[in-house]
């Protein structure tokens, strides 16, 4: 198993720019996220899947959409990029959404808005 | 809404116990977890604590829980350098579902030789 794959690892934006970071998993997971790191203030969810087709807000959506159309797939869309939104963009997956079960995370995509 | 606190830094020395503390504010909290994050990568779960416990050990690591005070520590025995890294504190506030993940800010452990 791959586990949690994200891509890119790396990119630059002007202000305005669109964008779509990429996530999949192959561990047949229902649950999928979206966490956005900034130093100093831990990871705060985005936006949330409970299974394909489902998705929902978390605590810090504006500026973002997702869409599951797959298990598999979990793609968040930047709209209009802005320098406010230069963060590290954590994908994470689980069987279910807390409990004992493990959230796996991806590697990670570090997003630079200029 | 609910909050997760940690401090930012602690360092020990190689061989030593590290203790990382946070607090939390949710009463309804239902599972408390610690993750490990290396530099560069995503966060690892090293282990979790299910909200009527007090205490749970798993090899070097002790997690102790103060459900009166809101209290949560991770103690690592025998620190060693590849023990370097952020962790960070996580209450699942909610249950199935509709729970949601809330983390404090992370603490670095810096482990001198």
């Known amino acids: 198993n791959a586990g949690v794959t994200q891509t890119p690892k790396f990119q630059v934006l002007k202000t305005g720019q669109s964008m779509t970071l990429q996530c999949a998993q192959d561990?047949?997971?229902?649950?999928m996220s979206w966490y956005r790191q900034d130093p100093g203030m831990g990871l705060r969810l985005i936006h949330y899947s409970v299974g394909a087709g489902i998705t929902d807000q978390g605590e810090v959506p504006n500026g973002y959409n997702v869409s599951r159309s797959t298990t598999e797939d979990f793609p968040l869309r930047l709209l209009s990029a802005a320098p406010s939104q230069t963060s590290v963009y954590f994908c994470?997956?689980?069987?279910?959404?807390?409990?004992?079960?493990?959230?796996?995370f991806g590697p990670g995509t570090r997003l630079t808005v200029l | 809404g609910e909050d997760v606190e940690q401090s930012l830094f602690l360092s020990v020395r190689e061989g030593d116990s590290s203790v990382i503390n946070c607090t939390y504010t949710?009463?309804?909290?239902?599972?408390l977890y610690w993750y490990k994050q290396e530099p560069g990568a995503g966060l690892q779960l090293l282990t979790y604590i299910f909200s009527n416990m007090d205490m749970k050990q798993d090899q070097r690591l002790t997690v102790l829980l103060n459900k009166k005070d809101k209290h949560l520590s991770l103690r690592i025995a025998d620190t060693q350098t590849g023990d370097s890294a952020i962790y960070f504190c996580?209450?699942?506030?909610?249950?199935?579902?509709?729970?949601?993940?809330?983390f404090g800010q992370g603490t670095t452990l810096q482990v001198k030789p």
């Open positions: 561990m047949n997971h229902e649950y």
């Open positions: 994470a997956s689980s069987s279910q959404r807390g409990g004992t079960d493990t959230q796996y």
């Open positions: 996580a209450d699942l506030h909610g249950s199935g579902n509709t729970g949601k993940l809330i």
């Open positions: 949710d009463s309804s909290s239902t599972y």
